[in-house]
């Protein structure tokens, strides 16, 4: 891009003096003319600043692009060791700006460093929820698993929730699966997904059992940790209210017909 008019001498002959008390120096390549070390040093010196070849100490700003930082030369690395208080870091917008306002502007608008964090944490981010999903499929091989599912076609891929108000947390959940083999006789294999919220895509894996088994066992893990997390025992969880301490997750049973919640009425009075 290249340099708005006025930018020799300012508006008018008598450009302010923006840049005094400040040293400034560039690293790396700025997009060429007329982004020449001539020119900088000329357009800074008429606003009573100091043009460095150099990379030092009185150094107070050091220009450069985010491609720059994301190599990390050593001028750019040297100015983020010093610290921001030091030496700032901004982009030759901040440069071409603050001289067509005639002022200096904030530093922080104008820094190629807070751009490029915020990419990586973006690429952090992906490369979380890319792991994630990688965990969560391997906690079951699904050609040879599928989720069990009983006589009255209840899956057993149930989820609790909680919401962590002190902490400002929201969202907390497990998915609680209990998977039955596609082979014949079946095994059975409990697990579950722990996330810490509500966009969390990145699940823990709890698994009690090394090796599938059988129903009588992973059905006993599964129910005891639902019991354990809810406080509710997991064949009283439709008859029950939700739990009186915060720190227990909550069970919300999924809608059923009518006719499937009054058979599991008739069969929690029948156990009584």
């Not at 150099?54 to 491609?67: F, G, I, P």
């Not at 104008?110 to 929820?129: D, Y």
Request: one cysteine or more; proline letters at 5%; hydrophobic letters at 35%.
């Amino acid at each position: 891009m290249t340099p708005r008019k006025g930018y020799q001498t300012g508006r008018g002959n008598d450009p302010k003096p923006i840049f005094r008390d400040l040293v400034i120096a560039v690293s790396g390549f700025l997009g060429g003319e007329p982004w020449t070390d001539v020119n900088i040093a000329r357009w800074v010196s008429l606003r009573q600043g100091t043009f460095s070849q150099q990379m030092n100490a009185s150094v107070t700003h050091l220009v450069c692009s985010e491609a720059e930082v994301k190599s990390g030369s050593p001028r750019v690395q040297e100015a983020l060791r010093r610290g921001c208080k030091s030496c700032k870091v901004v982009t030759r917008d901040w440069l071409e700006d603050s001289m067509h306002a005639d002022r200096r502007l904030p530093e922080v608008q104008f820094s190629p460093v807070k751009v490029v964090r915020k990419e990586r944490k973006k690429e952090l981010h992906k490369l979380q929820v890319m792991k994630g999903n990688l965990l969560a499929e391997r906690a079951v091989n699904t050609n040879l698993y599928h989720d069990y599912q009983d006589g009255t076609y209840f899956k057993y891929t149930v989820t609790i929730t909680r919401d962590d108000e002190v902490n400002g947390v929201f969202g907390e959940r497990y998915i609680l699966l209990l998977q039955e083999s596609n082979a014949k006789p079946h095994l059975y294999w409990f697990f579950a997904k722990f996330y810490k919220s509500k966009t969390n895509t990145h699940a823990h894996i709890y698994r009690p059992s090394t090796i599938p088994g059988s129903f009588e066992r992973e059905f006993r893990y599964f129910k005891s940790f639902f019991e354990k997390k809810t406080g509710v025992p997991w064949d009283e969880r439709l008859v029950r209210t939700g739990p009186a301490d915060k720190n227990l997750f909550r069970y919300t049973s999924p809608v059923s017909s009518p006719s499937f919640f009054h058979f599991v009425q008739g069969s929690w009075a029948m156990m009584q």
